[in-house]
């Protein structure tokens, strides 16, 4: 048994579910338009990631039993529901530990990005971090609070004052 965390797989009807499991630290990949499920099935094999789906059809294929979950199509908050309720999710595994928009492990500003986020803007805060493939940076304010807000809801914790971020500790 491993201790790693689960990675995902998010089909494409899915792609606001799998930015807020980044948010939360997890490995989530989301499906180009158009693949087929057999496409689907295999690359989660191969990476050893979890389907999660709206799509009651991809159930019908072998490849998907004990490998793939149903969630409710819909709002997000609902999949977030149904997936936390399929499955043991720590919405507070890691957050913002991973690029909202491509998946890849951020890691810590450099002085000079630094230098180029909070360029004149006194509301900008660190930590910083930018995500090494698309050179995206991100830093704490209004959008991580409410993010941060909204993760510890999910996890079913007391918010946490915007003060004592949780990667406050982090490099």
């Not at 689960?6 to 807020?20: I, K, N, S, V, Y």
């Not at 039993?65 to 043991?88: D, F, H, M, P, Y």
Request: charged share 25%; hydrophobic share 35%.
């Amino acid at each position: 048994m491993s201790n790693q965390p689960p990675a995902f797989l998010c089909d494409e009807m899915l792609g606001r579910l799998a930015r807020r499991l980044r948010a939360a630290g997890y490995d989530t990949a989301l499906v180009e338009p158009g693949q087929s499920d057999r496409a689907l099935l295999r690359r989660a094999l191969r990476e050893n990631r979890t389907v999660l789906t709206c799509d009651q059809k991809i159930l019908e294929h072998r490849a998907a039993a004990g490998n793939a979950v149903l969630l409710e199509s819909g709002r997000v908050e609902g999949q977030i529901r149904s997936l936390s309720g399929t499955l043991k999710i720590d919405w507070m595994l890691a957050p913002f530990s991973r690029c909202l928009v491509d998946n890849a492990p951020v890691r810590p500003a450099t002085d000079d990005e630094i230098a180029a986020i909070s360029d004149g803007d006194p509301g900008v805060g660190g930590p910083y971090t930018t995500c090494p493939e698309c050179g995206r940076s991100y830093w704490w304010g209004g959008h991580t609070r409410r993010m941060i807000e909204k993760l510890e809801a999910w996890a079913g914790r007391t918010p946490t004052p915007f003060a004592q971020s949780p990667n406050a500790d982090r490099p």
